[in-house]
C-alpha cells in the first residue's frame, strides 16, 4: 500500500511536464527509450557544443552592449561640444556687433 502511494505521488509529480528533476523514478506509465553509446556521445557534444555557442554569442552581446553604451556617451560629447561651439560663436558675434 505504501509503495502503490509513493508510485502515485511521484506520477502526481511528472503530471507538471517536464521540469520535474525527480530523474531517479520510473513510473509505469514512463516510456523508456534505449540509445546506444555513440548516440549518447553525440548527445553529449552537441550539448556541449550549444553551451559554448550561447556562451560566446552572450560574451559578443555584452561587448556589443558597452561599444554602444560608449558610443552613447561619444554621442553626448560631441552633441556638448557642438553646443559649447554654437554658444561661443554666438558671443563672439554678439562681441562684435558691440564693437
Same mark, same amino acid.
Given at each position: 500500500? #505504501? +509503495?502503490?502511494?509513493?508510485? &502515485? +505521488?511521484?506520477?502526481?509529480?511528472? =503530471? $507538471?511536464? *517536464?521540469? *520535474?528533476?525527480?530523474?531517479?523514478?520510473?513510473?509505469?506509465? $514512463?516510456?523508456?527509450?534505449?540509445?546506444? /553509446?555513440?548516440?549518447?556521445?553525440?548527445?553529449?557534444?552537441? +550539448? !556541449?557544443?550549444? $553551451?559554448?555557442? &550561447?556562451?560566446?554569442?552572450?560574451?559578443?552581446?555584452?561587448?556589443?552592449? =558597452?561599444? +554602444? =553604451? @560608449? /558610443?552613447? #556617451? !561619444? !554621442?553626448?560629447?560631441? @552633441?556638448? /561640444?557642438? $553646443?559649447?561651439?554654437?554658444?561661443? !560663436?554666438? /558671443?563672439?558675434?554678439?562681441?562684435?556687433?558691440?564693437?
Amino acid at each position: 500500500m #505504501e +509503495n502503490m502511494e509513493m508510485v &502515485i +505521488n511521484k506520477i502526481m509529480d511528472k =503530471k $507538471d511536464g *517536464y521540469a *520535474y528533476s525527480g530523474d531517479d523514478f520510473v513510473a509505469p506509465t $514512463d516510456i523508456m527509450v534505449t540509445i546506444t /553509446l555513440h548516440e549518447y556521445r553525440e548527445l553529449v557534444a552537441r +550539448n !556541449s557544443y550549444t $553551451d559554448d555557442e &550561447i556562451r560566446r554569442l552572450r560574451k559578443k552581446c555584452e561587448e556589443l552592449e =558597452k561599444e +554602444n =553604451k @560608449e /558610443l552613447k #556617451e !561619444s !554621442s553626448k560629447d560631441k @552633441e556638448t /561640444l557642438a $553646443d559649447i561651439k554654437v554658444v561661443i !560663436s554666438e /558671443l563672439m558675434s554678439a562681441k562684435g556687433k558691440k564693437e
